[in-house]
């Protein structure tokens, strides 16, 4: 039926006298037209000797001066190849296959290159590939100024050959001495990198190999290495699955290395009627929660006991436990499990062995077929012990050398100070690193390693899967890998290339050619289930509920979709990214509920422009304290409980731009991610870069819809007159579709392409993958912190993010009384209640390519304008800024470059930046000050496929234009689907007749190329 919810953006729309709402809702432009920074100061322009001039100067600026502006564009001479290298054509692009794995990162990727240059990445389909945004984003952190150009040696520049020498002496030396030497990396999943290791350690005798993870799941590892007899983390087929309980885990997000948000939405397929149940406890508001069908909000340590309880009522057993305040959603969750039965499972992000192993005894008493215990992960191998005990004996001068590779322990350890303090008591300290960071600073050594998309190398994602990664450019800077290192070291002249191909072919191929496996990027074996072995659940629940600490005040650490663990930090796509929650960027903040917040004294005041602004808070931790710490108000947060995004708080190798928010990684004590602390509110005034308000085009119905699973599969009820209404208007006095009314005489489109973007509100998890491609593929610029706060964010596509809850009766009469006084009801003012826990909905939102484009017509110089091909074009080296067409924009996607981001000091990020511009896209212009910019749907690309099939002589095949664009094929669940409506093969045919689809703001009759889904939820309680 149709749906009573009401959809808000931030807690201030909630409040019904709100003066600033209105007036955002009101105001053509949020930030004035900076006149003063154009055209000089009022002083200035009172002394020129022409009066008239000056008048025109303020008068006709937005068509002169931009007009003006608007004309300026960079001028680049072109030098030609005396030499062309045989694999390179001009103007057209290569693609290489390749995997990231950073240590947090691990994906199957494509490398798009231009004359040498990667610059965008994409998922290689073949290997199943999935991207992030971090992922995406990673080809700007290859041209990274900062990035570390050659070795040192105590700050001091060194040859490589003499780096070496050195090293290997003193390795000597200490092999002489029987002194121990470490080797502690991140989590490498290589196993060419892993037996070279081996190999090297056999060869020396006092070596040993740490690993360690910034975000332990050290707890996950032992816990299964107990029950299944190998270090490894279980994996999902969520596609399988009918109903999915998680406590504390954010499997949409980076749990365990990510990677189920594909096989998540293939299990809620509702065009194959299937939908699976989600059901998420956890604290802090979380990717995965948004997206879940119910959420159940407690603080982190009544999660341990809501495991305890389900188990207790799935299993029928009676383990220790303690009652929760949701302890009947807990009892309904169980049923639900019990009926899914094998098609059911249980997750946990609890960082406690015996949690985990309460997870995998409730799998194994559901004989669950989701989990799966063959082709098991190698995404995390830390182990937290293991890191203790060598801090411990460098202390205690039992370490000889500590070589760290692909880890900064000394920014992200809680015990730093020890570390440090542990590393100057070693007599070698040797740092690989990418960059000068906080480790490379204080180690002896600093050699530099290539980036991933300049190396060689190759992981093991999971069981069964081997995938290579291959240089796409040649190195950079004087970089060396350590696999090449460490054969130097052993006296071995062979390259690491030579010695991986070498093992590819004895460990690996098993017959396969090389040449194959590298062009393909993955080679794929048989996996065997491994055999559990029975679990002690009443000692893991005894041993879990002593464990439990409480405090008025629990802090759950975690990493933001952006940032991750921080090792991308200096990248200005992923700083600018907005969280796709609390909508802010360039910053980490304290999340609290509500209440907490009144009863605290912070607020989040908002500004006429729709800036959001906040106090500071100094955070405890077992005696650490963390100061001015911003606080941000989050609905659905749990009452009692905080929450803070690691990754943030940088100095080394960083921008000065980018040296923002706090370091949360000195809380977190023994690696545990969640904390008991105590707040203090020190006042203070913060402002966010926050968009919770800005671009907002709520207030209007019918921007999103929902229906529930139950309703969409009822075939007795009509869509369009129950769950996807379509507006009517009155023709010649009677009610007709707004469909059959048209302003203008409809254009002939059924002659070539005509495109279709298609956007599945059901399975669209808001990770901003899409967002980071089109950056990429687009040049759009990065305009820094001030500018998103006043308003003016370049991104060519936004994922709006909307609360709603629905309505009951007694909300309904509360809200009649409060305003006896009138006629109309604040639903707003109803909402308050039930923004303890709203639902989430995410909305891509990019020019929506109207057939009868508002903007099209109020445009004087005709700047924007409309192609066959259903494309809303823009003539930029045309456009004179009037910003005439943003005004009549009623979905608020068009942008107006306020200065010359390109080659301007004040923005020094990656576009005047020498090598940050290596990866600008040469078949998109860089836009020059005082022009609007906005989506095109990848123009350039389009016309690339109808170019590339022209010369080949056939027809563009089904699905080209899909993989062609940058947000659909960065897309990994399949929500965004590219097509041309008149080929009659392609999958946006099925799209535009499916009943869920529907049109934004249909009713002012745009006539829009971008269709939506309506977002389908499973509500059916037990």
């Not at 199943?128 to 945004?133: I, L, R, S």
């Amino acid at each position: 039926m149709a749906s009573n919810k009401k959809y808000w953006k931030s807690v201030e729309e909630l409040n019904e006298n709100s003066s600033i709402v209105a007036k955002l809702e009101e105001k053509e432009f949020v930030s004035e037209l900076a006149t003063d920074e154009f055209l000089g100061d009022k002083e200035s322009l009172e002394e020129s000797s022409t009066s008239r001039r000056d008048f025109l100067k303020y008068v006709g600026f937005s068509t002169a001066a931009a007009s003006l502006a608007a004309c300026e564009g960079p001028v680049r001479k072109s030098i030609p190849y005396v030499v062309k290298p045989e694999e390179i054509t001009p103007g057209i692009p290569n693609y290489y296959a390749s995997t990231i794995a950073d240590g947090y990162d691990f994906a199957n990727v494509l490398v798009k290159t231009r004359e040498g240059r990667p610059i965008l990445i994409k998922p290689n389909k073949l290997a199943n590939g999935t991207t992030n945004a971090r992922v995406q984003a990673s080809v700007l952190s290859l041209y990274d100024s900062l990035r570390l150009k050659g070795p040192k040696v105590n700050g001091n520049d060194v040859s490589w050959s003499d780096a070496n020498a050195q090293i290997k002496s003193k390795l000597a030396e200490l092999k002489a001495a029987g002194e121990k030497v470490v080797l502690l990396t991140g989590t490498l999943a290589s196993p060419s990198t892993e037996k070279l290791i081996a190999d090297f350690i056999s060869a020396n005798g006092n070596v040993e190999h740490v690993q360690y993870d910034a975000l332990s799941e050290s707890a996950s590892l032992d816990a299964f290495e107990e029950v299944y007899g190998e270090r490894a983390l279980p994996n999902y087929d969520f596609s399988d699955a009918k109903t999915i309980v998680s406590i504390g885990a954010d499997f949409l997000g980076d749990w365990q290395g990510g990677g189920f948000e594909k096989s998540y939405t293939a299990g809620r397929n509702v065009e194959a009627g299937k939908m699976s149940r989600h059901i998420q406890v956890e604290s802090n508001m979380s990717l995965t929660g948004s997206n879940a069908d119910k959420r159940i909000v407690v603080k982190p340590s009544e999660q341990i006991y809501a495991l305890i309880n389900l188990y207790n009522a799935v299993t029928g057993e009676s383990l220790p436990s303690k009652a929760t305040p949701k302890d009947g959603a807990i009892l309904k969750a169980a049923k639900q499990l019990k009926n899914a039965g094998k098609h059911g499972v249980v997750l946990t992000g609890i960082q406690n062995k015996n949690a985990q192993l309460l997870a995998l005894a409730l799998n194994a008493y559901l004989e669950s077929n989701v989990i799966d215990t063959a082709a098991v992960k190698y995404t995390r191998q830390g182990s937290d012990v293991a890191v203790d005990l060598l801090i411990a004996e460098m202390n205690a001068g039992k370490v000889g050398a500590v070589i760290t590779f692909n880890t900064n322990p000394v920014y992200t350890l809680a015990q730093s100070e020890a570390f440090v303090q542990g590393l100057d008591k070693v007599k070698l300290s040797v740092a690989f690193a990418s960059s000068e960071d906080e480790t490379a600073s204080a180690s002896q050594y600093a050699l530099p390693v290539p980036h991933y998309l300049e190396a060689w190398g190759d992981v093991k994602i999971q069981e069964g899967s081997y995938s290579l990664t291959q240089p796409t450019v040649n190195p950079l800077f004087d970089t060396k890998q350590f696999q090449d290192c460490l054969l130097a070291w052993s006296g071995s002249e062979e390259s690491y290339y030579d010695y991986l191909k070498n093992f590819w072919s004895k460990e690996v191929l098993g017959g396969t050619a090389w040449n194959q496996a590298l062009h393909d990027g993955i080679y794929t074996s048989e996996a065997k289930a491994l055999k559990g072995k029975s679990i002690d659940a009443l000692k893991a629940a005894k041993a879990l509920k002593s464990s439990v600490k409480t405090g008025a005040f629990e802090l759950t650490l975690y990493a933001s979709t952006a940032i991750g663990n921080g090792q991308q930090a200096n990248n200005p796509w992923l700083q600018e990214l907005p969280d796709p929650l609390t909508r802010a960027s360039w910053d980490n903040y304290l999340l609290i509920s509500q209440a907490d917040a009144n009863e605290q004294g912070f607020s989040n005041p908002v500004r006429d422009n729709g800036a959001i602004d906040g106090q500071y808070a100094n955070i405890t931790v077992n005696g650490v304290v963390l100061e001015n710490v911003p606080v941000l108000i989050q609905p659905g947060q749990a009452k009692g409980s905080l929450g803070l995004a690691v990754g943030y708080g940088k100095t080394k190798a960083m921008k000065s731009e980018m040296q923002v928010g706090v370091n949360a990684y000195t809380l977190a004590a023994d690696f545990k991610n969640v904390q008991v602390a105590t707040i203090e509110n020190i006042g203070g005034a913060h402002k966010f870069a926050c968009e919770q308000l800005q671009h907002t085009i709520a207030g209007r119905y019918e921007i999103l819809k929902e229906v529930s699973f139950k309703d969409y599969s009822n075939t007795d009820l009509d869509p369009k007159e129950s769950w996807n209404q379509v507006s009517k208007v009155s023709l010649k006095h009677e009610e007709v579709d707004v469909n059959a009314v048209d302003l203008w005489d409809d254009q002939d489109r059924s002659i070539g392409h005509h495109f279709n973007l298609s956007i599945d509100l059901s399975s669209c998890t808001g990770c901003g993958a899409c967002v980071v491609a089109c950056h990429a593929e687009n040049n759009v610029p990065v305009v820094g912190k001030h500018e998103v706060r006043v308003g003016r964010d370049m991104h060519w596509l936004r994922i709006d993010r909307y609360y709603s809850s629905e309505l009951d009766e007694n909300n309904e009469e509360r809200a009649i009384n409060k305003n006896s006084s009138s006629d109309e009801v604040d639903t707003y003012y109803a909402l308050e209640q039930p923004a303890e826990n709203p639902q989430v909905s995410f909305q891509p939102v990019m020019c929506q390519h109207c057939n009868h484009a508002p903007c099209e017509t109020v445009c004087p110089v005709a700047a924007t304008s409309h192609g066959r091909q259903g494309q809303n074009q823009m003539a930029y080296n045309r456009c004179v800024g009037t910003r005439y067409c943003a005004n009549n924009c009623p979905y608020r996607v068009r942008r107006f470059n306020w200065f010359k981001y390109n080659e301007n000091s004040e923005f020094d990020f990656n576009m005047n930046d020498e090598y940050g511009k290596m990866v600008l896209n040469p078949d998109v212009t860089v836009r020059s000050r005082g022009v609007m910019e906005k989506c095109s749907f990848c123009i350039q690309s389009t016309q690339a496929v109808i170019l590339n099939a022209k010369k080949e002589g056939r027809k563009v095949a089904p699905g080209e234009f899909n993989n062609a664009v940058a947000c659909s094929s960065a897309c990994t669940t399949g929500s965004l689907v590219f097509g041309d409506v008149n080929e009659s093969d392609d999958e946006i045919i099925a799209k535009k007749e499916d009943k869920r689809a529907y049109r934004l703001l249909e009713a002012i009759g745009t006539d829009n190329n971008v269709l939506y889904q309506v977002k389908v939820r499973n509500t059916e309680e037990a």
